[in-house]
């Protein structure tokens, strides 16, 4: 069967996803339930190493030094290719599945504001799908499963990159869940994330304030002074911050201890390593004013994406073969409550494949995808799966990721995936063109990790 045609390799793997359709949305709907933070997916990660087993994959854990990383396997020889899964939620995005208002699930838990649960199941589903293909098709190939720990700031893509794990990749898919479906053409933004502690002295606010050191008044002047910094960064560049601990509620007591997330992006890794040395001089010029005490130290960080043209070329080819996800009447009606269109129902979740730019855009966004297409040549797609305009990181989107709409959404990216993986390992010539375009875009250039060696993933404490 090597020689299988187009319309036989579609309807095979259409058959192979629809076969197992109800399996992984219940896999999706779990992982929605855990809703765990980067690091501590537990129970994601084994919920799908459990189903990926059972599919006869090979499984290998830790990967990279991650606790909840895994490779999952099945093939031999080459080409080698991966697909990208993850599954990590987000912090305080806790909601009720389906809801049209605002309502907290489990108030202060995460959720999945992302749509991470759909992502890290729709490829493990595509794994499965190509893989079962090769093996009716008799021909050589290995697919391979990447459960990707802690996209969410985590940079987990970044530490597994630093650890050599996808360096013997030839090709590379992955996808996102969104509002519109389309191949991703778009650099992203490299990022760093910070944090910044800042230690002064507690003391009577009233009785002997002359005693006290404030740290949180070190924490404003430096967001301050931040804020005056963005009138002088580069177009595009993004400077964000959160109080992780805002050192107290008592407002008699001068806070001894502070500690703030910051986040540095920048168009490459040069430009957000200068600018975040700019907001280090300011966390210490805060720390002088207010004669407190400051560590600075770098979490986690991202090398931008850079799509390959020849593979995403193909897979918007695959994609458009395949058709964007068929929503019925009720998928329109409950997503118009979402985005006030209750009056324009055929409006509200988008049913067309975009066309292919043929151009590279920019995007302000950024993903840790952006360390492994700086090792091999990398294919995105977005897959509509959420009303339209809705809003990524917000309760909306969360109460969405188990409805109809995003099951079908990720069914239909599990095929493309496939089939965009299966192309590639039948196409020898089409993998030379992509990894040439690679290696012009790098110029040779080695993998520059943008976290430093030193610095460890912040796995939680047993």
């Known amino acids: 069967m090597a020689n299988i045609t187009t319309d036989e390799l579609l309807a095979g793997i259409r058959t192979a996803v629809e076969e197992r359709a109800d399996l992984y949305i219940r896999l999706a709907d779990d992982i929605w339930e855990f809703a765990e933070l980067g690091f501590a997916e537990s129970r994601s990660s084994r919920a799908q190493m459990d189903v990926l087993a059972a599919e006869g994959f090979?499984?290998?854990?830790?990967?990279?030094?991650?606790?909840?990383?895994?490779?999952?396997?099945?093939?031999?020889?080459?080409?080698?290719?991966?697909?990208?899964?993850?599954?990590?939620a987000l912090a305080g995005m806790s909601q009720v599945a389906g809801s049209d208002k605002e309502e907290a699930?489990?108030?202060?838990?995460?959720?999945?504001?992302?749509?991470?649960?759909?992502?890290?199941?729709?490829?493990?589903?595509?794994?499965?799908?190509?893989?079962?293909?090769?093996?009716?098709?008799?021909?050589?190939?290995?697919?391979?499963?990447?459960?990707?720990?802690?996209e969410e700031g985590g940079g987990g893509k970044a530490f597994m990159a630093r650890a050599g794990t996808f360096d013997d990749l030839d090709a590379a898919f992955s996808w996102h869940p969104g509002t519109k479906s389309s191949a991703h053409m778009n650099r992203t933004?490299?990022?760093?994330?910070?944090?910044v502690v800042f230690r002064g002295r507690a003391s009577h606010a009233a009785l002997t304030p002359h005693l006290?050191?404030?740290?949180?008044?070190?924490?404003e002047l430096m967001n301050i002074g931040c804020n005056y910094l963005r009138e002088h960064m580069q177009d595009g560049e993004r400077i964000h911050y959160a109080y992780r601990d805002a050192g107290g509620t008592a407002a008699n007591v001068v806070q001894a201890r502070i500690e703030l997330a910051y986040i540095v992006r920048s168009q490459t890794i040069e430009a957000v390593r200068a600018?975040?040395?700019?907001?280090?001089?300011?966390?210490?010029?805060?720390?002088?004013?207010?004669?407190?005490?400051?560590?600075?130290?770098?979490?986690?960080?991202?090398?931008?994406?850079?799509?390959?043209?020849?593979?995403?070329?193909?897979?918007?080819?695959?994609?458009?073969a395949v058709g964007a996800p068929d929503f019925d009447d009720s998928d329109l009606a409950t997503a118009a409550a979402f985005v006030g269109l209750?009056?324009?129902?055929?409006?509200?979740?988008?049913?067309?494949?975009?066309?292919?730019?043929?151009?590279?855009?920019?995007?302000?966004?950024?993903?840790?995808?952006?360390?492994?297409?700086?090792?091999?040549?990398?294919?995105?797609?977005?897959?509509?799966?959420?009303?339209?305009?809705?809003?990524?990181?917000?309760?909306?989107?969360?109460?969405?990721?188990?409805?109809?709409?995003?099951?079908?959404?990720?069914?239909?990216?599990?095929?493309?995936?496939?089939?965009?993986?299966?192309?590639?390992?039948?196409?020898p010539d089409l993998l030379e063109q992509a990894r040439k375009e690679h290696r012009l875009s790098f110029a040779g250039a080695t993998y520059d990790c943008p976290i430093p060696a030193d610095v460890l993933p912040p796995l939680p404490k047993r």
């Open 58 to 88: 090979k499984i290998t854990t830790g990967i990279g030094g991650l606790p909840t990383a895994f490779l999952a396997e099945r093939g031999s020889g080459k080409p080698v290719i991966g697909l990208l899964g993850e599954f990590d």
């Open 105 to 150: 699930l489990q108030p202060g838990q995460p959720g999945h504001g992302c749509g991470h649960n759909l992502l890290g199941t729709g490829s493990a589903l595509a794994a499965v799908a190509a893989a079962e293909m090769l093996l009716q098709m008799g021909i050589a190939g290995t697919i391979r499963y990447y459960a990707c720990p802690a």
């Open 189 to 195: 933004s490299a990022f760093t994330q910070i944090r």
């Open 212 to 219: 006290g050191r404030s740290a949180l008044d070190a924490a």
């Open 275 to 320: 600018l975040t040395a700019r907001v280090e001089r300011i966390a210490s010029g805060a720390a002088i004013m207010t004669d407190t005490e400051f560590e600075f130290s770098i979490e986690s960080g991202m090398s931008p994406y850079q799509p390959n043209r020849v593979l995403t070329q193909m897979m918007h080819e695959q994609f458009v």
């Open 342 to 427: 209750e009056h324009e129902q055929n409006r509200s979740l988008d049913s067309e494949i975009a066309p292919l730019s043929d151009r590279i855009g920019n995007s302000l966004g950024s993903t840790d995808v952006g360390d492994v297409s700086v090792i091999t040549p990398v294919a995105q797609i977005w897959v509509a799966s959420f009303a339209r305009n809705t809003a990524f990181h917000s309760w909306q989107l969360v109460s969405q990721g188990k409805l109809p709409a995003a099951h079908k959404g990720m069914l239909q990216a599990a095929k493309v995936m496939a089939i965009a993986a299966i192309r590639a390992i039948q196409d």
